[in-house]
Structures are given as C-alpha cells and as structure tokens.
C-alpha cells in the first residue's frame, strides 16, 4: 500500500484507501480560488450551471489581484463583478484592495491553506500551496465555476517524479535558483502531468519562503502540482494563522516514482533565465553581457518579505545604474508594513528604486512596468515568455531577489559580488 | 465530426500568453479575444486565416497560464481543431471545456506543412493531409465529447442534457 503525498492527499479527499497514477477519481475540494482575470468567466459558468449557492461561503476564495489597482475601466468592471458575486454570495474570504495581495502570497499568509489539503485554483501558480504539504492545481475558470457550485472537481491521479537536494547552498543562492537549475534540467514539458516532490536534506533544511518558490515554479517545467512533505517548519509557520489544524502526509520509503533526479548543491551557481522560456537557466558566472533597462521585485513567485530583505541587504548604501528602472513590489499589505517598520522601503527608495502597491502588475504585463519595443528586463517573477512584460520584442530574464537587486546597480546582469568590484573601479 | 481546412504551422512551446496575450485579459467578450488570437506569434493570424482553418503546432501547446481565454480565441477565431505532438495539461482540460477539438500526433505535428490543406475525422482520429497524400492516427474523439463540443462546451452541454430531462 506505498504511496506518494499527493496520491495520499488525493485519495484520501475521494474516500478512498489508495489511489494508482492515471485513475480517474472525483474529490472533495477544501478551498477553491479565483482572481479577476479568471473569476468573471467562472461565475458566469456558476449561473449557467444554474449555480444558485456556492458550496461553502467561507471555502469560495476570490482576490482581485492581476490587474489591481484596476488599471483601466474594463478592469474595474471585472473587478465590480467579483465584488458584486462575493457580496451576494457572502464569501468571507473575498479581498478588498487594501486587504488585497498576490494571491499565491495572501492565501498562505490567511491561513486558508493547511498541511492535507486539496485546493484547485483557477490561476496556473495555484501549486505555490505545495509547499505547505498541501496538494494544489490550476484548473480553467470552467473546472472553477463547478466546483464553487458542488465543492468538488475530478482529477486523473499524476505520476510522481522525486527530486532530491543535497548539499549546502553556495551564497545568494535561493530556492529560486534551485528551481531554475531544475527546470532547466528537466525542460519545460519535463514533469506534464506530473507532480514534482521536492525533498532530501536541503530541503528540510530550506525556509517556507524558498518553498513557496520553487513550488510555485512547478507548473513552468509543466507539472500538475509541486509539493513538500510538512515538517516542523511547516507547523511553526502555519500555527496562530488557522484554527484548524491540517493533516501531515508523508510518502512511503518504498512508494512508486515515475523518476528520481538528484542534486548537489555544491554544484549551483545562480541562475538566470534566458528568454524566452524559464529552461533556459543559465549560471551566473556563464551570463555574459546582458544589459537591462528594468528590474522587477516582486510577484507570488518573489515577493515575499524574506525576497525583499535579501534584496534590502544587496541594495543597502548602493544606487541603481542611471540605464536602470527598479520597481519593487511587496505581495501584501502585511509584507508592505513589515517592509517599513524593518526600514527596507526606505533602503529600496534611497538606492533609486519605487515601491509599488501589491499586484502581479508587471509580471504578465498588466500594468505598473511594461516594457517598450526591445527593452530588457530583470525580474523575480515566474515567466519569460515572447511578450509577458510587454511589447512582443521585449525580453525577460528571471533571476532571485539578489541577483536582481545586485543587476540594477551594475547595470547589467551579474552577480552580487561584482558589486564590490564596483566600489573599486569608482 | 469532420473538420477541413489550411494548417497555420507553430512549433514547440506556444504558451497562453503568445495565443492571447494578458493585456487582452480584461475582457471575456469571445469576440474580442478572437481578435487578438496568436497576435504575438504572428500579428497579422487572424486577418490571414479562413474559417475552419487548423493550427498545427509542437510540444507542449498552451503551456502556461490556466487562462480558458486561450481556447476561447482560438474557436473565437474561427480555427476548427487543434493537433499538436503534445498538449499542456491544463489548456487539454480547458479546451475539451470551451469544446475546442484537440488532437495529439507526434507524426502529424512533425510532418504536416504550413498551407497543407487537411481534413480531420473525430470519430476514428484520422488525420489526412490532402497536400501531401498523407494519413494519420490521432486518438479519436468519443461520442460524449463530439457532443460535448457540438454544443459549444461543457456548461452549453450540461444545460442542455438538463433540459432534455437526463
């Protein structure tokens, strides 16, 4: 009876003992999600269903946050939609702009994701929640709107590919550079229809922060969800967010994997992604040079108050090139004020950056950063896609909080310690 | 249900955001989003395209965002079906929903021509490129999913077997 968390978490949500990779099996959903770009289609499917009541009004979660502050009047009329369906609905876990963040960072900061849960999401980064020992997915607003209706969804079971970290991080590296480094091992397709279990020493010993990234970023090598068994760093951090308490699922030692890949830390350098796709990981040291007109700090990917101290800690007493736009955006109000009251938006604001309300914005090329016709950007966020910041022949490089923040003082892309070199030749 | 028409050629990887890019996304007026199909990969698609016409494309179609937006354009458009070697697993589920016809074949994505003129049956997965004098083999389509994208999707389809009284 071996098995993976995430068939563990599956069948247990479908009332079953086990379940096997490619059953079809229907589940119970314990929290389903919606954004404004995606919850205007899903209500209309709700009412077209002949939806009259969501299943439960306190587990339908709606966050306006793609294009918030609405950036235009067809915006705002997505948004009066959701406002006007979560009024009527009376969903509790409806958030207003000043409430209102990244989803992906609000959700877990809440407490509305434990360790067991079963949570679909109509917005592709929904798999951020893996990093709690939940099982999350992205589904399309039609999926959504059915399960707001019955609170439940069906699911072919994934097969599992484990991958296990060794070894201690070299410096500035981040879970976001794992990540790259990953992907780029294993290609864009590389884990479709799979789930990615993150584990192995390093992993334990990684920070919830890095977790949500690198769970984040699971979709981007194709994978249904990413998921980390909950620990007792897991616990710490969910403990006073939420009454309940969640369930902890561990995989069994001999539980059936489709691949297992191991990697030493000793051996990665920081990543930078070449447009335009995020396999294109390169290592820093191999970069060469890329100048940028943009850097961007922020996203459900890195937008976390850990990515903006990091950032803080490599900007502090330093200005950004001239050539260089630094926008930095924290994912929530509460990350806005622990920014402030730790002094960071002060070290952004001095060394020539902005601070941004919370907001995907820029990362698919919303609003508060597009780029121009061949213009470069830097940014912590999740893609690189031809046009996801802007102009179709604009490029994305995803990089960590340090690697961006270090890029926007020299002006290119490179690595933190160029940095001092820098004070040198000056 | 037979499909025929012109192959529009894409390779690997065509994400959401390049079939219906994001600044498009505050709208889900099917019209609209039909107008902006594929603009960042070709912006001149939908002005070239005849109605029925067929994309033909790589790995890993409509990677990427889970917005349904993208199949939504793309039928929106006037595209009749999708085959591609593989398909992303969230815009699979999505475009089954929006009945938007799929088709997987590796050897149909590798060796079908931009302007090939094809006809594509749901019912056996037979894909015939008329150019070329060639045949195919995708997975055929089953009878409740034919329905299901007779009626313009899933939702249009569950209304109606309502209404029918099963």
């Known amino acids: 009876m071996s098995q993976t968390i995430s068939e563990k978490i599956l069948a247990a949500h479908s009332g079953r003992k086990k379940v096997y990779p490619g059953q079809l099996i229907e589940a119970k959903v314990d929290l389903t999600l919606a954004n404004d770009v995606t919850a205007p289609l899903a209500i209309e499917m709700f009412y077209q269903a002949g939806g009259k009541k969501v299943f439960n009004r306190h587990k339908v979660v709606m966050v306006p946050d793609h294009f918030v502050p609405n950036k235009d009047i067809a915006a705002a009329e997505q948004c009066r939609l959701m406002r006007q369906f979560a009024r009527e609905q009376k969903l509790t876990n409806f958030f207003e702009l000043g409430e209102m963040g990244i989803e992906h960072a609000l959700l877990p900061e809440k407490g509305l994701v434990l360790p067991g849960d079963l949570v679909i999401g109509a917005d592709s980064h929904t798999c951020t929640y893996g990093a709690l020992g939940a099982f999350a997915t992205g589904v399309g607003s039609t999926d959504l709107g059915a399960a707001m209706l019955s609170g439940r969804t069906w699911f072919k079971v994934p097969e599992t590919i484990k991958l296990v970290y060794r070894g201690k991080p070299r410096s500035w590296v981040s879970g976001k550079d794992l990540i790259l480094y990953t992907i780029g091992d294993l290609g864009v397709d590389g884990a479709r229809y799979q789930a990615m279990e993150f584990c192995g020493p390093a992993m334990t010993a990684l920070a919830m922060s890095d977790r949500f990234t690198m769970a984040n970023m699971a979709i981007e090598a194709g994978a249904k969800n990413g998921i980390f068994e909950a620990d007792e760093m897991t616990l710490a951090y969910v403990r006073g967010r939420s009454s309940r308490l969640g369930k902890i699922y561990r995989s069994d030692p001999d539980a059936d994997y489709k691949e297992i890949r191991e990697y030493d830390l000793a051996k990665i350098e920081p990543q930078v992604a070449f447009p335009h796709l995020p396999e294109n990981a390169k290592s820093i040291s191999k970069v060469g040079k890329v100048l940028i007109d943009q850097a961007v700090i922020g996203s459900c990917t890195n937008g976390r108050l850990e990515d903006l101290r990091i950032a803080a800690r490599v900007l502090k007493g330093r200005t950004i090139a001239k050539t260089v736009r630094l926008i930095i955006i924290p994912a929530t109000p509460w990350i806005y004020q622990q920014a402030m009251k730790e002094g960071l938006l002060e070290i952004f604001l001095q060394a020539g950056g902005i601070v941004s309300a919370p907001t995907c914005g820029p990362c698919l090329g919303g609003h508060m950063g597009i780029l ?29 909080p340090a690697i961006t923040a270090a890029s926007a003082v020299l002006g290119r892309i490179g690595p933190v310690e160029a940095l001092s070199e820098l004070k040198k030749k000056k | 249900m037979k499909f025929s028409g012109r192959v529009w050629k894409f390779g690997d990887h065509i994400d959401t955001d390049v079939i219906i890019p994001a600044r498009y996304l505050t709208t889900s007026d099917h019209k609209e989003l039909g107008r902006h199909c594929m603009e960042d990969a070709d912006p001149d698609f939908v002005k070239k395209i005849g109605k029925g016409d067929i994309i033909v494309a790589g790995r890993n179609f409509g990677s990427g965002s889970s917005r349904e937006h993208a199949p939504i354009a793309i039928k929106a458009a006037g595209i009749s079906c999708v085959i591609a070697e593989s398909f992303a697993r969230i815009f699979y589920r999505n475009a089954f929903n929006m009945g938007l016809p799929i088709f997987e074949s590796a050897e149909a994505a590798a060796q079908i021509n931009q302007g090939d003129q094809l006809q594509v049956e749901a019912d056996t997965g037979m894909i015939e490129d008329r150019t070329q004098k060639k045949r195919f083999r995708a997975e055929p389509i089953p009878d409740f999913m034919q329905e299901l994208i007779k009626d313009g999707g899933l939702v249009a389809h569950l209304k109606k077997s309502q209404a029918k009284g099963h």
């Open chain 1, 372 to 400: 121009a016709k061949g213009e470069r950007a830097i940014a912590t966020t999740n893609r690189n896609f031809v046009g996801r910041m802007g102009h179709p022949n604009s490029e994305v490089y995803l990089a960590s």
